[in-house]
């Protein structure tokens, strides 16, 4: 059987020198783009995703209410309409959840003996490096100059 669990983050306190080192990274993307900086520092990602979560709870109980409503006053076009409303916060709910709990997949990333595959295992274009690997890259060979 396929291992099916699904890997949380954990925060785990950074050390000194790795704390200096991110300071010094913060510092470099300021210095290099304020704009981006002051962007990348006032969004949260998994906030805005917590919200539409719970807008899509919202929305599926609003939808439950119209197709009870619907059965009060016998209207199929009410009942139809509060169905499409409990659907679309459900997959908006649904859709937002995983970035909303910060949970990660795990599953195979990495290039195989075929060549390039996608999250799912299917030829196709290689994933790209993540943000932090491109950032910490770009840092040293700025600083190993």
Not at 4 to 21: F, I, N
Not at 77 to 97: C, D, H, P, Q
Not at 120 to 145: I, N, S, T, V
Request: proline fraction near 5%; aromatic fraction near 4%; glycine fraction near 12%.
């Amino acid at each position: 059987m396929a291992d099916c669990t699904a890997h949380l983050e954990v925060d785990v306190p950074l050390s000194e020198h790795e704390q200096r080192l991110l300071e010094q990274i913060e510092r470099a993307l300021v210095d290099d783009d304020p704009k981006f900086a002051s962007t990348v520092r006032t969004s949260d990602r998994r906030q805005k995703a917590r919200r539409k979560v719970q807008l899509g709870a919202v929305l599926v109980v609003i939808g439950l209410a119209v197709m009870v409503g619907g059965v009060a006053l016998p209207s199929v076009l009410v009942g139809v309409l509060g169905s499409l409303i409990s659907f679309g916060g459900l997959a908006l709910g649904v859709l937002n959840y995983q970035a909303a709990t910060g949970a990660v997949e795990n599953g195979p990333t990495a290039a195989g003996p075929g060549g390039a595959t996608t999250a799912r295992g299917k030829p196709g274009k290689a994933r790209r490096q993540p943000m932090k690997d491109r950032l910490e890259e770009r840092f040293r060979r700025r600083y190993d100059q």
